[in-house]
Nanobody, 124 residues
Framework: QVQLVESGGGLVQAGASLRLSCVAS???????MGWFRQAPGKEREFVAV?????????FYADSVKGRFTISRDNAENTVYLQMNSLKPEDTAVYYC?????????????????WGQGTQVTVSS
C-alpha cells in the first residue's frame, strides 16, 4: 500500500506561481508518480508524470508544457509540481497519484494510489 498526501494549493491571481508537494509513504515499489486535476463538471485530466526510480524521465500535458515542472526528491519520498504563469483555466482540484505500471502513464485508471487532492484556484 502507498499513502499520498498533497499540500500547497491555494488562491492566487493569474500569472502567479504555486508549488504543490506530495509525500508518499508505504512499502510498495512505485514506477511512476503523476499529477492529475479535475475542474468542476469535467473529467479528471492528466497534468504531468515522473518516473520514480532510475532516470526520472518526465512527461507533460500540452496544456501545461513550458509552465509546469514536475520533480522528485527520492530521499524525502516527495514529488513536486511547480506551477508558473497560472491561468484561470488551471483552476481545479489537483491530485497526486502513484502507479506500479509502466505504460499508459497519462491514463488515470492506471494509477492505483491517489491522494486526497488540493484545491488550486486562479482568479483573473
Amino acid at each position: 500500500q502507498v499513502q499520498l498526501v498533497e499540500s500547497g494549493g491555494g488562491l492566487v491571481q493569474a500569472g502567479a506561481s504555486l508549488r504543490l508537494s506530495c509525500v508518499a509513504s508505504g512499502r510498495t515499489l512505485i514506477n511512476y508518480m503523476g499529477w492529475f486535476r479535475q475542474a468542476p463538471g469535467k473529467e479528471r485530466e492528466f497534468v504531468a508524470v515522473i518516473r520514480w526510480r532510475g532516470g526520472g524521465s518526465v512527461f507533460y500535458a500540452d496544456s501545461v508544457k513550458g509552465r509546469f515542472t514536475i520533480s522528485r526528491d527520492n530521499a524525502e519520498n516527495t514529488v513536486y509540481l511547480q506551477m508558473n504563469s497560472l491561468k484561470p483555466e488551471d483552476t481545479a482540484v489537483y491530485y497526486c497519484a502513484a502507479t506500479t505500471y509502466s505504460s499508459n502513464i497519462d491514463y488515470a485508471p492506471v494509477y492505483e494510489y491517489w491522494g486526497q487532492g488540493t484545491q488550486v484556484t486562479v482568479s483573473s
